[in-house]
């Protein structure tokens, strides 16, 4: 709880990922992915309810083993490769009737498993403690690299800019500012989540995410990179 606000995490892992086999249940450090994410929730004293959200009754199994709470199992069709994560949570609050017990909703996820208690801490305080004005904060990175909006087709092996827009020859420092959601870390109230379906809402602000965090697990090659990642920062 923080200033009177009660506060729920959801997890959400499911078994059937594409890139890597077993994503959730991969292992770094002795633990799997979904270790961290649990981990993380319970050390930022702030969360007065972690909940699992999965299909798998292995990942469910160590997941209570951790200390998160569920259930229930998520229904197969609530489980698919283009099911959203908003649907996901909307059903979960709707079946344990979470907007009537909790103000605020936070979501992690087990394929950013670098974000830690002190950014979930340092996320809440900002848009429950001293935010007056936002509903929802989402983690950000800084993606100002020159040209990265600019889009190409390929034709007879030859670039051709699919809009007129300017060619930057400028230093990356000089360039205007912008940013990218990076999947850190999510916290929204309740009922705007449920009005909006979104975590990006009328009134939403951000944290901003040091830049080894970035990286969410799709592939092998993200995996052996966030591997790297947490061995040099000491995560345990």
């Not at 009177?4 to 770094?28: D, E, M, Q």
């Not at 992915?33 to 972690?50: E, G, H, Q, T, V």
């Not at 009005?195 to 090659?221: A, L, P, R, V």
């Amino acid at each position: 709880m923080l200033i009177g606000k009660r506060i729920c995490c959801i997890i959400t892992a499911r078994k059937n990922s594409k890139g890597i086999k077993n994503k959730n249940l991969k292992i770094i450090n002795g633990k799997p992915l979904i270790y961290y994410p649990i981990r993380a929730a319970i050390n930022s004293k702030f969360i007065d309810k972690i909940l699992f959200n999965s299909d798998s009754l292995e990942m469910i199994k160590k997941a209570k083993s951790y200390g998160a709470e569920v259930s229930f199992i998520r229904p197969k069709k609530l489980a698919l490769s283009k099911t959203k994560s908003v649907e996901v949570l909307i059903h979960h609050i709707k079946k344990e009737r979470l907007d009537k017990n909790f103000d605020y909703l936070i979501l992690l996820e087990p394929t950013s498993p670098l974000t830690t208690s002190t950014d979930i801490k340092l996320a809440s305080k900002k848009l429950i403690k001293k935010n007056k004005v936002a509903d929802s904060l989402v983690s950000v990175s800084d993606g100002t690299i020159p040209n990265s909006n600019l889009k190409f087709e390929i034709r007879k092996n030859l670039l051709f800019t699919l809009e007129k827009k300017k060619f930057y020859t400028s230093r990356r420092q000089d360039m205007p500012k912008n940013y990218f959601i990076d999947g850190s870390l999510y916290i929204t109230k309740i009922k705007t989540l449920m009005k909006s379906k979104s975590f990006i809402q009328k009134k939403t602000t951000y944290i901003k995410m040091e830049k080894h965090k970035n990286f969410q697990i799709d592939d092998e090659i993200d995996f052996e990179i966030v591997k790297f990642l947490m061995k040099k920062f000491k995560y345990r």
